[in-house]
Structure formats: C-alpha cells, structure tokens
C-alpha cells in the first residue's frame, strides 16, 4: 500500500522509524532513518528497520563475502524498488521478501509516491564487507515510473 502522507505510515510501520539515518547517509538519496530491533552489542542477530521517505533509495552497492553472507529484505510497509545490475526494477510492497546473494550489485529504496521500511539482515558469513558504490541517478530512478 502507498503511504503519502506520514502519519498514516507511520501507523503501518509496526517496527518504529528510529533515528535519522547519520552514519550511512553519504551512501543515499533522501533521508533514511534506521530502527535497531535487537541489541548487536550483547551479541544479538542483527536485525534493522530501515525507513525510506519518499524518493529515497540507497546507492548501489555489493554485499562481498569469501562464504556465506549476502543480505535479507522483509518488506514491511509502504512501496518500494529493488533492483539488481542489468536487470529491470522490482516494485516491492508489504511482505515481500528479497533474498539477495553475496557479490550481486543492487540498490533498494521508497517509490517517489510513498513512504517505505523493510528490515534489513545482513546474512553472517566468513569474509564479509559492504562496497558502496555510485548513486542512482535520477534518470535511473525516474524511469522506473514510465
């Protein structure tokens, strides 16, 4: 379901919107704002609700890792993009659920008409980083409507 107007978002966003998005926000278009949903510092799986205002995405980047790794997107709501290198956008909406390989270059973020969470599980692996890569252009990300 689209959610223009925030409020009704955020009645839907049953995981909380958390804080702005600070120390990732060089690697986004818009703001994004992030929900921490277990405690990684006692050694909890890391669990994280990502919200996206409308027009945000994420750059493209690749989930690296020698084993295992790669990343899990719960969409949870709202209406958003998921899209991988040389492959057409994929429109994402409450439950749906991308399972994303290591070393696969992709980006995700909000449809330009709505607000957007997903969580976000970064899947343990040997050998693990994150590349941020260039942004989405706004041509790119435009197209996506036409």
Known sequence: MKYADKKEFDQANM???GDPNVNFAPYFVGN???HPLTDTAAGEFPLFNVTFEPGCRNNWHIHHADQGGGQLL???AGEGWYQEWGKPARPLREGSI?????EVKH???ARKDSWFSHISVEVPGTGTSNEWLEP???EQYEALTK
């Open 98 to 102: 991308v399972v994303i390989p290591p």
């Open 32 to 34: 994004s704002y992030l």
């Open 107 to 109: 980006w995700h973020g």
């Open 74 to 76: 719960i969409c949870t």
């Open 136 to 138: 989405v252009t706004d």
């Open 15 to 17: 995981f909380g919107q």
